[in-house]
T-cell receptor, first 114, second 109 residues
Framework: DVKVTQSSRYLVKRTGEKVFLECVQD?????MFWYRQDPGLGLRLIYF???????EKGDIPEGYSVSREKKERFSLILESASTNQTSMYLC?????????????FGEGSRLTVL | AQRVTQPEKLLSVFKGAPVELKCNYS??????LFWYVQYSRQRLQLLLR??SRESIKGFTADLNKGETSFHLKKPFAQEEDSAMYYC???????????FGSGTQLTVLP
Protein backbone atom coordinates (compact mmCIF):
# COMPACT_ATOMS: atom_id res chain seq x y z
CA ASP A 1 0.00 0.00 0.00
CA VAL A 2 1.10 3.51 -0.77
CA LYS A 3 1.78 5.46 2.35
CA VAL A 4 1.72 9.24 2.51
CA THR A 5 2.69 10.48 5.93
CA GLN A 6 2.20 13.98 7.24
CA SER A 7 4.37 14.47 10.27
CA SER A 8 2.09 16.79 12.24
CA ARG A 9 -1.59 16.00 12.69
CA TYR A 10 -2.39 19.07 14.78
CA LEU A 11 -0.51 22.34 15.14
CA VAL A 12 -1.29 25.57 16.93
CA LYS A 13 0.80 28.58 15.98
CA ARG A 14 0.73 32.30 16.57
CA THR A 15 0.35 34.98 13.94
CA GLY A 16 3.69 35.77 12.33
CA GLU A 17 5.34 32.46 13.17
CA LYS A 18 7.06 30.38 10.50
CA VAL A 19 5.38 27.03 9.98
CA PHE A 20 6.73 23.89 8.32
CA LEU A 21 4.43 21.08 7.23
CA GLU A 22 6.22 17.93 6.20
CA CYS A 23 5.01 15.18 3.88
CA VAL A 24 6.77 11.93 3.02
CA GLN A 25 5.69 9.22 0.57
CA ASP A 26 7.20 5.78 0.29
CA UNK A 27 6.31 4.73 -3.26
CA UNK A 28 8.83 6.66 -5.35
CA UNK A 29 6.10 8.87 -6.84
CA UNK A 30 7.22 11.71 -9.05
CA UNK A 31 4.31 14.06 -8.41
CA MET A 32 3.41 15.58 -5.05
CA PHE A 33 0.75 18.12 -4.11
CA TRP A 34 -0.35 20.35 -1.28
CA TYR A 35 -4.04 21.21 -0.90
CA ARG A 36 -5.96 23.04 1.75
CA GLN A 37 -9.40 21.77 2.67
CA ASP A 38 -12.03 24.19 3.96
CA PRO A 39 -15.73 23.58 4.58
CA GLY A 40 -17.81 24.86 1.70
CA LEU A 41 -14.74 25.45 -0.45
CA GLY A 42 -13.54 21.90 -0.97
CA LEU A 43 -9.90 21.28 -1.78
CA ARG A 44 -7.81 24.04 -3.30
CA LEU A 45 -4.38 23.42 -4.78
CA ILE A 46 -1.58 25.43 -3.22
CA TYR A 47 1.55 24.05 -4.89
CA PHE A 48 2.64 20.93 -6.69
CA UNK A 49 5.87 19.35 -7.78
CA UNK A 50 6.63 17.26 -10.86
CA UNK A 51 9.88 15.93 -9.50
CA UNK A 52 12.80 16.75 -7.25
CA UNK A 53 13.54 20.48 -7.08
CA UNK A 54 10.63 21.21 -9.43
CA UNK A 55 7.66 23.21 -8.21
CA GLU A 56 4.63 24.88 -9.70
CA LYS A 57 2.09 27.27 -8.24
CA GLY A 58 -1.44 26.04 -7.85
CA ASP A 59 -4.56 28.12 -7.49
CA ILE A 60 -3.80 29.76 -4.12
CA PRO A 61 -0.02 30.01 -3.63
CA GLU A 62 0.02 33.40 -1.91
CA GLY A 63 1.53 33.23 1.56
CA TYR A 64 3.03 29.78 0.96
CA SER A 65 6.23 28.30 -0.39
CA VAL A 66 7.41 24.71 -0.88
CA SER A 67 10.56 22.68 -0.93
CA ARG A 68 11.34 19.37 -2.61
CA GLU A 69 14.98 18.48 -2.05
CA LYS A 70 14.37 14.72 -2.08
CA LYS A 71 11.91 12.75 -4.14
CA GLU A 72 10.04 11.34 -1.16
CA ARG A 73 9.63 14.59 0.77
CA PHE A 74 7.57 17.67 -0.02
CA SER A 75 7.42 20.48 2.52
CA LEU A 76 4.94 23.33 2.76
CA ILE A 77 6.19 26.51 4.38
CA LEU A 78 4.21 29.40 5.77
CA GLU A 79 6.77 32.18 6.12
CA SER A 80 4.58 34.28 8.39
CA ALA A 81 1.41 32.55 9.47
CA SER A 82 -1.85 34.47 9.47
CA THR A 83 -5.25 33.63 10.91
CA ASN A 84 -6.74 33.10 7.45
CA GLN A 85 -4.34 30.20 7.00
CA THR A 86 -6.13 28.25 9.70
CA SER A 87 -7.17 25.15 7.78
CA MET A 88 -6.72 21.44 7.14
CA TYR A 89 -3.73 20.81 4.87
CA LEU A 90 -3.62 17.69 2.74
CA CYS A 91 -0.58 16.29 1.00
CA UNK A 92 -0.93 13.87 -1.90
CA UNK A 93 1.30 11.98 -4.26
CA UNK A 94 0.92 10.03 -7.47
CA UNK A 95 2.98 8.21 -10.02
CA UNK A 96 3.65 9.93 -13.34
CA UNK A 97 1.59 8.25 -16.06
CA UNK A 98 0.40 9.05 -19.55
CA UNK A 99 -3.06 9.63 -18.08
CA UNK A 100 -4.12 11.17 -14.78
CA UNK A 101 -3.14 8.77 -12.07
CA UNK A 102 -4.77 8.18 -8.70
CA UNK A 103 -3.90 10.64 -5.96
CA UNK A 104 -2.89 9.12 -2.64
CA PHE A 105 -3.55 11.40 0.29
CA GLY A 106 -2.08 11.80 3.73
CA GLU A 107 -4.22 12.03 6.85
CA GLY A 108 -4.00 15.79 6.93
CA SER A 109 -2.46 18.43 9.17
CA ARG A 110 -4.89 20.67 11.00
CA LEU A 111 -3.30 24.06 11.55
CA THR A 112 -4.76 26.69 13.85
CA VAL A 113 -3.22 30.16 13.76
CA LEU A 114 -4.05 32.34 16.76
CA ALA B 1 -10.45 28.32 -16.64
CA GLN B 2 -11.64 24.98 -15.38
CA ARG B 3 -14.34 24.80 -12.75
CA VAL B 4 -16.17 22.04 -10.86
CA THR B 5 -19.54 22.72 -9.24
CA GLN B 6 -21.27 20.52 -6.70
CA PRO B 7 -24.53 22.32 -5.98
CA GLU B 8 -25.50 20.36 -2.85
CA LYS B 9 -23.47 20.86 0.31
CA LEU B 10 -25.61 18.39 2.23
CA LEU B 11 -27.70 15.47 1.04
CA SER B 12 -29.72 13.07 3.17
CA VAL B 13 -31.46 9.93 1.97
CA PHE B 14 -32.95 6.90 3.67
CA LYS B 15 -31.30 3.52 3.52
CA GLY B 16 -32.40 1.65 0.41
CA ALA B 17 -33.36 4.80 -1.48
CA PRO B 18 -31.60 5.87 -4.68
CA VAL B 19 -29.00 8.58 -4.38
CA GLU B 20 -27.56 11.00 -6.91
CA LEU B 21 -24.76 13.43 -6.16
CA LYS B 22 -24.53 16.15 -8.76
CA CYS B 23 -21.38 17.42 -10.42
CA ASN B 24 -21.08 19.91 -13.25
CA TYR B 25 -17.87 21.09 -14.83
CA SER B 26 -16.60 23.72 -17.23
CA UNK B 27 -13.50 22.99 -19.25
CA UNK B 28 -12.51 23.78 -22.81
CA UNK B 29 -10.49 20.61 -23.33
CA UNK B 30 -11.30 16.93 -23.24
CA UNK B 31 -12.27 16.25 -19.60
CA UNK B 32 -10.99 13.57 -17.27
CA LEU B 33 -13.30 13.33 -14.28
CA PHE B 34 -13.12 11.58 -10.93
CA TRP B 35 -15.02 11.05 -7.72
CA TYR B 36 -13.10 11.00 -4.45
CA VAL B 37 -14.61 10.05 -1.09
CA GLN B 38 -13.67 10.72 2.51
CA TYR B 39 -15.26 8.53 5.16
CA SER B 40 -15.26 9.71 8.74
CA ARG B 41 -11.74 9.72 10.21
CA GLN B 42 -10.25 8.27 7.02
CA ARG B 43 -8.09 9.62 4.26
CA LEU B 44 -9.50 11.01 1.07
CA GLN B 45 -9.44 8.24 -1.53
CA LEU B 46 -10.36 7.63 -5.12
CA LEU B 47 -13.83 6.17 -5.65
CA LEU B 48 -14.01 6.03 -9.41
CA ARG B 49 -12.88 7.65 -12.64
CA UNK B 50 -14.93 8.14 -15.78
CA UNK B 51 -12.33 6.64 -18.08
CA SER B 52 -12.65 3.25 -16.36
CA ARG B 53 -16.45 3.10 -16.75
CA GLU B 54 -16.57 0.89 -13.67
CA SER B 55 -18.92 0.44 -10.75
CA ILE B 56 -17.33 0.74 -7.32
CA LYS B 57 -19.29 -0.11 -4.16
CA GLY B 58 -22.43 0.04 -6.30
CA PHE B 59 -21.72 3.59 -7.47
CA THR B 60 -21.60 4.59 -11.12
CA ALA B 61 -21.01 7.89 -12.86
CA ASP B 62 -21.54 8.73 -16.49
CA LEU B 63 -19.84 11.58 -18.25
CA ASN B 64 -22.38 13.66 -20.17
CA LYS B 65 -20.44 16.06 -22.35
CA GLY B 66 -23.59 17.74 -23.66
CA GLU B 67 -24.71 18.70 -20.17
CA THR B 68 -21.11 18.93 -18.85
CA SER B 69 -22.07 16.71 -15.96
CA PHE B 70 -20.62 13.74 -14.11
CA HIS B 71 -23.26 12.81 -11.56
CA LEU B 72 -22.61 9.98 -9.10
CA LYS B 73 -25.44 7.48 -8.65
CA LYS B 74 -26.32 4.48 -6.57
CA PRO B 75 -29.66 2.69 -6.79
CA PHE B 76 -29.85 1.59 -3.14
CA ALA B 77 -27.98 3.65 -0.57
CA GLN B 78 -26.40 1.99 2.46
CA GLU B 79 -25.55 3.55 5.83
CA GLU B 80 -21.86 2.94 5.18
CA ASP B 81 -22.08 5.25 2.15
CA SER B 82 -22.32 8.23 4.50
CA ALA B 83 -19.26 10.33 3.70
CA MET B 84 -18.00 13.48 2.02
CA TYR B 85 -17.85 13.15 -1.76
CA TYR B 86 -15.74 15.33 -4.04
CA CYS B 87 -15.93 15.57 -7.79
CA UNK B 88 -12.63 16.42 -9.50
CA UNK B 89 -11.46 17.44 -12.96
CA UNK B 90 -8.00 16.87 -14.39
CA UNK B 91 -6.54 19.69 -16.45
CA UNK B 92 -3.34 21.42 -17.41
CA UNK B 93 -0.05 20.05 -18.63
CA UNK B 94 0.58 18.49 -15.22
CA UNK B 95 -2.93 17.03 -15.06
CA UNK B 96 -3.51 18.64 -11.71
CA UNK B 97 -6.92 18.07 -10.16
CA UNK B 98 -9.47 20.78 -9.54
CA PHE B 99 -11.95 19.72 -6.87
CA GLY B 100 -15.52 20.75 -6.26
CA SER B 101 -16.69 22.02 -2.90
CA GLY B 102 -17.95 18.60 -1.84
CA THR B 103 -21.28 17.03 -0.86
CA GLN B 104 -21.79 15.52 2.58
CA LEU B 105 -24.01 12.48 2.13
CA THR B 106 -25.89 11.09 5.09
CA VAL B 107 -27.77 7.83 4.73
CA LEU B 108 -30.43 7.56 7.41
CA PRO B 109 -31.49 4.21 8.88
Amino acid sequence: DVKVTQSSRYLVKRTGEKVFLECVQDMDHENMFWYRQDPGLGLRLIYFSYDVKMKEKGDIPEGYSVSREKKERFSLILESASTNQTSMYLCASRIELGVTGELFFGEGSRLTVL
Amino acid sequence: AQRVTQPEKLLSVFKGAPVELKCNYSYSGSPELFWYVQYSRQRLQLLLRHISRESIKGFTADLNKGETSFHLKKPFAQEEDSAMYYCALSSGSARQLTFGSGTQLTVLP
